[in-house]
């Protein structure tokens, strides 16, 4: 199982899944926060922070997740009052409506949260909603392990595989 590990969030892959953990550069004066991409299809080298560019992609029996950190000023904003990552999604969780741009046959989630302090949003979407019951399986071996430290204890290392 490869680790990845940068930027205060470690994810074990479960076999099957790759994935990237980066800061987007910046452009003019904008601030930007760590991004983590995992999926079980190859990633491209281009991808918008939730995923376009690589959705597209995805077969019937793929799992695209997007884990994106919001800047200090939304902590504790209402948005982000849920505490924690959701670690264990349910296929009642997941709707067609959902997807940021749809794609005929996929399912998606989002979910608000502020974990170690730091405040997401992580998008999941499975390539088939017909077959969501599987596909949440994926994703909750994925997520399980997902570590999110607080933001001064973050530093950015690789272990186990090549960045993707």
Known sequence: ??????????????????????????????????????????????VGDFGSGAVNLMGADDVFAALFEYGPAS????????????????????????LRRGLGGQSGTQWFFTEAGRPFTLYVVLGSHARRGVLVLKA???????????????????????WN
């Open 75 to 98: 902590v504790g904003t209402r948005l982000f009052a849920r505490q924690g990552m959701p670690r264990s999604l349910a296929t009642s969780d997941f709707r067609p409506y959902v």
């Open 140 to 162: 909750n071996t994925l997520l399980t392990n997902v570590a999110i430290s607080p933001s001064s204890l973050a530093s950015p290392t690789q272990v186990g595989a090549p």
């Open 1 to 46: 199982m490869a680790l990845l590990r940068a930027h205060g969030i470690e994810a074990p892959l479960p076999n099957g899944f790759e994935g990237r953990i980066f800061v987007r550069p910046t452009v003019g004066d904008e601030e930007t926060y760590p991004v983590a991409h995992f999926a079980t299809f190859a990633l491209p080298a281009e």
